[in-house]
């Protein structure tokens, strides 16, 4: 029996050698996967706080940016309004000033043409009366009929006004008239 329990001891030491052999091999194994596992894990999680890193300074930049944009644009949109309603008072005094143009126009026309139907009348009565008191026979009657037949232009009405442009900047002697 001792043999025996010598060999079973032989075989079990034996056994336990190649077991604790294994043993240290897969430690090693498991060791060098760890120590790998890490520097990679390491490496990644340097490489992710370069990225964020990079992300936060880039996002950082881009609503430094997009505020600074939208400082101008509502610069720009303030200007614009202030622009416009400059030129919407412009162009109503603008209005106003042309519509009083407009009327003076229309006025100083007016007098004008009055002013012309009277040097017409005047030169009827004075072709009249000048054919009353000469005998000229016949060339009288013509006269007669010429000063007769000039019918003078309707005054200036309020349908004119809309329809007819009158351009009195191209014509300085109606402004020296005045």
Same mark, same amino acid.
């Given at each position: 029996?001792?043999?025996?329990? #010598?060999? *079973? ?5 034996? /056994?336990?050698? !190649? =077991? ?10 498991? @060791? ?16 992710? $706080?370069? #990225?964020? /890193?990079? @992300? ?5 930049? *881009? &609503? ?12 720009? =949109? ?7 309603? $400059? ?5 109503? %005094?603008? !209005? %106003? ?17 009055? /002013?012309?139907? @009277? *040097? ?5 009565? $004075?072709?009249?009366? *000048?054919?009353?008191?000469? +005998?000229?026979? #016949?060339?009288?009657? &013509?006269?007669?009929? @010429?000063? /007769?037949? &000039?019918? +003078?232009?309707? +005054? ?7 329809? &007819?442009?009158?351009?009195?900047? =191209?014509? +300085? $002697? ?5």
């Amino acid at each position: 029996m001792e043999g025996q329990m #010598r060999l *079973l001891d032989v075989e079990t030491k034996s /056994g336990f050698s !190649g =077991l604790l052999g294994l043993s240290d091999a897969l430690q090693g194994r498991v @060791a060098s996967l760890k120590q790998t596992m890490q520097t990679e894990c390491g490496a990644v999680e340097q490489a992710a $706080s370069a #990225r964020q /890193g990079r @992300a936060e300074a880039s996002s950082s930049g *881009l &609503v430094t940016e997009l505020r600074q944009v939208g400082e101008r644009g509502q610069a720009t =949109l303030e200007e614009s309004s202030g622009q416009v309603s $400059s030129l919407q008072a412009h162009l109503s %005094q603008l !209005g %106003q000033d042309t519509r009083q143009w407009g009327d003076t126009t229309r006025a100083t026309v007016h007098s004008l043409s009055e /002013g012309q139907l @009277a *040097l017409i009348r005047d030169g009827q009565t $004075s072709a009249k009366a *000048l054919q009353q008191e000469t +005998p000229l026979g #016949r060339k009288g009657e &013509v006269l007669e009929e @010429a000063a /007769g037949s &000039v019918d +003078p232009p309707e +005054p200036w009405s309020e349908v004119h006004r809309d329809t &007819v442009p009158v351009d009195l900047s =191209l014509t +300085p $002697s109606v402004t020296q008239g005045r």
